[in-house]
């Protein structure tokens, strides 16, 4: 059973920035695919930033060139460097792997 344990939502203002961390508690090896996903208001999950298979990182079109998805030093962890926040990036944000675990997600808020 693999537990995925996310932190760093806050509430910020438009323009600044957050650092979102997932790890992966019990996983009895590496993650290959790891990814976060966004539920904002009035919206379905969508995908923020996904580690595929093969090592790339896939991005969701709203976020290009805002955030960037990188592997932490701890084991099965990754890290969600979100710049210049925008209004509509307000959501829950949850970490997943497959085939069906995810977070319970971490709050964030951009204030404008």
């Known amino acids: 059973q693999v537990q995925l344990v996310e932190s760093g939502g806050d509430l910020v203002q438009v323009g600044e920035s957050l650092r979102l961390a997932c790890v992966a508690i019990?996983?009895?090896?590496?993650?290959?695919?790891m990814a976060w996903y966004r539920q904002t208001p009035g919206n379905e999950r969508e995908s923020v930033a996904t580690y595929t298979h093969d090592g790339r990182v896939r991005y969701g079109e709203s976020v290009k060139d805002r955030f960037t998805l990188s592997r932490d030093l701890t084991p099965n962890s990754i890290v969600l460097q979100m710049n210049n926040l925008r209004s509509e990036d307000t959501g829950r944000y949850f970490c997943?792997?497959?085939?069906?675990?995810w977070g319970q997600g971490t709050q964030v808020t951009v204030s404008s």
């Open positions: 019990g996983a009895s090896s590496r993650l290959n695919i």
């Open positions: 997943n792997t497959p085939p069906v675990y």
